[in-house]
């Protein structure tokens, strides 16, 4: 089975407002853009994955993720983060209404398109599933079997809410760049010792520089 990953964003101008202790305000859109890139890359080059399908409304990152070879679609209904997953999950399947889905963060700079590999095989076993994100806390992936609705419950306490809504937890070990979401400074680091993509490295230096 392949899948089509759905990646929502946000306007860079409002994300990672979390990192405000580690990144100013003129860095962050850079960070949260450079976040977006790695992951849309990783998740390019993983065999598992047919296509990408970005939802943002965000100009800039559009063209950049774009030019990656992801999909862009706008973010129409401008409901919050899980309105946008269903809308994006609409249009993939309005083209090809048999694709296997999965929601996929934005934040994933750390990912490894083995690791990303693991996690959607082992998905293809359950009509719906996830993986819960490093702090156990919330999700970073949810997927959809082909023939169900992916129903996204993202936001605070995720983890239960998927569990809750019938989803399969994915208890796998060796996913960790699947699993390392950047929020705080403290994922950042922690993101950077598993080793990221070239984008957030970059950015990542500037903020060395300042004391990371």
Do not use: Y
């Amino acid at each position: 089975m392949q899948w089509t990953l759905v990646i929502p964003l946000k306007p860079l101008a409002r994300a990672k407002s979390r990192l405000s202790d580690t990144a100013s305000d003129g860095l962050r859109p850079g960070l949260a853009l450079a976040f977006a890139q790695d992951t849309v890359a990783a998740a390019l080059a993983c065999p598992a994955v047919k296509d990408v399908a970005v939802v943002t409304n965000d100009a800039l990152a559009g063209r950049e993720l774009g030019a990656l070879g992801a999909h862009i679609v706008p973010d129409e209904p401008g409901g919050g983060l899980n309105a946008a997953l269903a809308h994006a999950t609409a249009v993939v399947r309005s083209s090809r209404p048999e694709s296997a889905v999965a929601a996929l963060n934005a934040d994933l700079p750390a990912l490894r398109p083995l690791e990303l590999a693991r996690v959607l095989d082992s998905a293809t076993e359950f009509p719906r599933a996830f993986l819960p994100d490093a702090a156990a806390i919330g999700t970073t992936l949810l997927s959809a079997a082909a023939g169900h609705e992916l129903l996204p419950a993202f936001g605070e306490d995720s983890r239960s809410r998927h569990r809750a809504s019938g989803a399969v937890e994915l208890g796998l070990d060796d996913v960790d760049s699947v699993r390392q979401d950047v929020d705080t400074g403290e994922d950042l680091r922690a993101a950077l010792a598993l080793g990221v993509g070239p984008r957030t490295a970059t950015m990542a230096a500037r903020l060395l520089i300042k004391g990371l």
